[in-house]
């Protein structure tokens, strides 16, 4: 059961860090698309803020289920 716990925070851990990479990728597009706008960094953000979205969903599963 412990080693089961310790690979469910793994996977949380590491489904965090996505977010995080996710969101500064976000951040960085938006400064781009703010300095000089163009539709394929446009693309990228709808993208990317969409991946954002499935990771969080993807965590609070992960964590609900972990709470089970």
Do not use: G
């Amino acid at each position: 059961y412990e080693k089961q716990y310790q690979l469910q925070l793994e996977r949380e851990q590491q489904i965090r860090l996505m977010i995080e990479k996710e969101q500064r990728f976000i951040d960085q597009l938006r400064s781009e698309i703010a300095v000089s706008p163009n539709d394929k960094k446009s693309e990228k953000l709808v993208k990317a803020e969409s991946n954002l979205q499935k990771l969080h969903t993807i965590l609070q599963n992960h964590v609900r289920t972990q709470n089970e």
